[in-house]
């Protein structure tokens, strides 16, 4: 019943920028640490930015002061607004649930914790041409 789907992606110049979406189903967004990940050509997946409940984010530092994360708890929906992209930000991106009890964000790093994040939706591809 879980379900996470990401839109919004596709190809840009550097500089440019997208809004990348996660439309939720079975469960409420607002209740759990949420994230965004992503996965590049050669590349493990890291973490990219989260949010939790009480709208507390965190950014990976390669991304911090030009992508930020948001959430619509009315519409259950997850976004990543990213800017001045470059090259280097090329990579599938993937939306992410840490689906625990009682509902948390780890204190860890995002790719340290990724096994918390046990719901994911399929991906939505960001390709930035230099």
């Known amino acids: 019943q879980v379900q996470l789907v990401e839109s919004g992606g596709g190809s840009v110049q550097a500089g440019g920028s997208l809004r990348l979406s996660c439309a939720a189903s079975g469960y409420t967004y607002s209740m759990y640490c949420m994230g965004w990940f992503r996965q590049g050509p050669g590349k493990e997946r890291e973490g990219v930015a989260r949010i939790d409940s009480d709208g507390r984010t965190s950014y990976a530092d390669s991304v911090k002061g030009r992508f930020t994360i948001s959430k619509d708890n009315a519409k259950n929906t997850l976004y990543l607004q990213m800017n001045s992209l470059n090259p280097d930000d090329t990579a599938m991106y993937y939306c992410?649930?840490?689906?625990?009890?009682?509902?948390?964000?780890?204190?860890?790093?995002?790719?340290?914790?990724?096994?918390?994040?046990?719901?994911w939706g399929q991906g939505t591809r960001v390709t930035v041409s230099s």
């Open positions: 992410a649930a840490d689906f625990r009890f009682p509902p948390r964000c780890s204190i860890v790093t995002m790719t340290l914790g990724m096994a918390n994040f046990g719901y």
